[in-house]
Nanobody
Framework: QVQLVESGGGLVQAGGSLRLSCAASGRTFSSYTMGWFRQAPGKEREFVAAVSSTAIITHYSDSVKGRFTISRDNAKNTVYLQMNSLKPEDAAVYYC???????????????WGQGTQVTVSS
């Protein structure tokens, strides 16, 4: 069982940056692939980024590639999402999630946080 708690969301102007964090409980954090997803009002939840258990592999959606960076610190049981050059269309509730195997489909992820709101003003 893994419990995930996101933080770092807030209001930022377009072009600005935010860093999201996701703290995980449990001693098995380092064995999980970690992902970030987001959901805007009226839209389906979408994949943003994922990092493998050892951080060797990362993957990003086309919409955030080059602007967002996912990273993890297994010693701190934490995964991060650095978001730069934010756009109004990045506004959403951002969720972190844990999966046994690497992937981009939300169905692969077994554990989810409660989400953190990101608002981007134009």
């Amino acid at each position: 069982q893994v419990q995930l708690v996101e933080s770092g969301g807030g209001l930022v102007q377009a072009g600005g940056s935010l860093r999201l964090s996701c703290a995980a409980s449990g001693r098995t954090f380092s064995s999980y692939t970690m992902g970030w997803f987001r959901q805007a009002p009226g839209k389906e939840r979408e994949f943003v980024a994922a990092v493998s258990s050892t951080a060797i592999i990362t993957h990003y959606s086309d919409s955030v590639k080059g602007r967002f960076t996912i990273s993890r610190d297994n010693a701190k049981n934490t995964v991060y999402l650095q978001m730069n050059s934010l756009k109004p269309e990045d506004a959403a509730v951002y969720y972190c999630a844990a999966a046994v195997r690497f992937g981009v489909e939300s169905g692969r992820y077994d554990f989810w946080g409660q989400g953190t709101q990101v608002t981007v003003s134009s």
